[in-house]
């Protein structure tokens, strides 16, 4: 009984090391076309490549990222697009901070992934008020 009990822990811990793939990294890893924005929430689509006529997102494993968006601060059409490099890294299960430059200079952005499949992909993006002190 006792070397049942051994054999049962010691798998029981070397299973605790393995660590499995989520939702997120079997998902994220293609290239994500912007779709509509509903009450916060950014839904994408994925596709083989970047659409010419809107905004996209690409995330890559080594963790960058490329982001088609808007060359300038105006955004009535027609629109100029741009494609700008960038970098990820997970903050938690569904929380990324990704960074990338656009007309207005470094962003740091905080999104929340409220939705993934292998076609879908729903977008929050985090707002944080610093105080002034």
């Keep these: 009984m006792k070397k049942y009990i051994i054999i049962v822990a010691f798998f029981t811990v070397l299973s605790s090391f393995n660590k499995t793939e989520s939702e997120i990294s079997l998902f994220l890893f293609q290239n994500w076309i912007y779709e509509n924005y509903q009450n916060g929430d950014q839904s994408f689509i994925s596709k083989d490549r970047f659409q010419k006529d809107k905004s996209g997102i690409a995330f890559k ?9 808007n060359s300038g601060w105006c955004g009535t059409p027609p629109i100029d697009y741009v ?35 292998k076609n879908k992909l729903v977008l929050r993006h985090i707002y944080t008020i610093k105080k002034k002190d």
């Design 61 to 69: 494993e080594n963790g960058t990222i490329v982001k088609k968006q």
């Design 83 to 117: 494609n700008v490099n960038g970098t990820w890294k997970e903050i938690s299960e569904s929380l990324l901070e990704i960074q990338y430059e656009s007309w207005n200079g470094r962003n740091v952005d905080t999104i929340q992934i409220v939705e993934i499949s």
